[in-house]
């Protein structure tokens, strides 16, 4: 039986910032793909690329960052090739992004509903085609208040019909990234890049909104890619984990392989330094060294100066990405 092709698929996607000491790698031949409803995890240390690459996805890379090569296919068609006005209809139809920080996020001079009802006038939600036309009548303002109080109600926000009035200094933390989640969802996007979404909410929250990614994507088929560097929380939610470092993909595979038979060093590294309940009292193992500096990073594989399995040939040209017999993927010379 033939596979189908993936829903999303990156190919060598180079991402770049021009700086005065030289040119930053944020992105470097990135490759990666995801599948129609697939729970993806993308872990690595702070700094690695990870909000990089999905900003690059949805081609919204600030100045003077830009994107020098590669290829961003939604359903075959590349996304890097596309006019802006074309994107545009992309943004939130197609591929949705929740934030990293969602007090930044939102626009603290509108009201939560207001902004949840600008997304489905864009692309013409209310109407059924098109960006929305009607005049401010009474019957489209009934059919907007019905659906985005419907949609706080989906997220799991109290009395949703008060609460699409307030504006977003008057929601909590965990109420904010619960907006930004609805403005997010409204328009039943095909995938869902979601940035750090439990950054500094507690572990109670954290969860609520975790199940509530896990629902939207068991309801409505729509594929999350999970962007992290918590390792254990992306191990409890995603089917597959891509782990990313200096800007590359170093490992992909099924969560539960590359969580007990990590290939790649960088991987083990990460999970020695997770904390395991009931184990003896040992010291943690960090990873040594420091993140290399993404305008001057060392020649051949960027993790060897901090590897205990560095050899001769890791510091001499480009490490392939290597798929090994099971369909893992790892970036490293233990396996060409």
Not at 99 to 118: H, S
């Amino acid at each position: 039986m033939a596979q189908s092709p993936p829903l999303l698929e990156i190919r060598h996607l180079t991402t770049v910032f021009p700086t005065r000491r030289g040119v930053v790698r944020a992105v470097s031949g990135l490759d990666l793909s995801l599948a129609r409803g697939e729970l993806l995890g993308l872990v690595g240390e702070s700094g690695c690329g990870k909000s990089v690459s999905m900003l690059s996805i949805l081609r919204l890379v600030s100045h003077p960052g830009r994107i020098v090569a590669g290829e961003v296919l939604l359903e075959g068609q590349d996304l890097l090739k596309l006019p802006m006005h074309a994107m545009r209809q992309i943004r939130g139809r197609q591929i949705s992004m929740i934030f990293q920080d969602p007090m930044t996020t939102l626009n603290p001079a509108f009201r939560v509903g207001d902004q949840i009802a600008e997304s489905l006038r864009i692309h013409g939600m209310l109407n059924g085609s098109g960006p929305s036309l009607w005049p401010f009548g009474k019957a489209r303002a009934e059919a907007e208040r019905k659906r985005v109080v419907g949609l706080l109600d989906e997220v799991g926000i109290a009395v949703p019909w008060e609460a699409r009035k307030r504006y977003p200094h008057e929601f909590s933390g965990g109420m904010q990234q619960r907006a930004l989640i609805a403005i997010a969802v409204s328009c039943k996007p095909k995938i869902l890049l979601a940035d750090e979404p439990t950054t500094a909410l507690d572990v109670t929250i954290q969860a609520q909104i975790m199940d509530l990614l896990r629902r939207l994507n068991q309801e409505y088929g729509t594929s999350v890619v999970l962007v992290t560097h918590n390792l254990a929380l992306a191990a409890t939610f995603c089917q597959n984990i891509a782990v990313m470092y200096a800007g590359r993909l170093v490992e992909k595979g099924p969560t539960d392989a590359v969580i007990e038979d990590p290939k790649h060093p960088y991987t083990r590294g990460l999970l020695e330094c997770i904390p395991k309940i009931g184990a003896t009292r040992e010291p943690l193992q960090p990873i040594p060294g420091n993140v290399p500096d993404l305008a001057e990073l060392p020649p051949g594989c960027a993790f060897h100066p901090r590897c205990g399995h560095a050899q001769e040939a890791c510091q001499e040209g480009e490490v392939p990405l290597v798929t090994l017999p099971d369909g893992r993927q790892v970036r490293c010379l233990l396996y060409v």
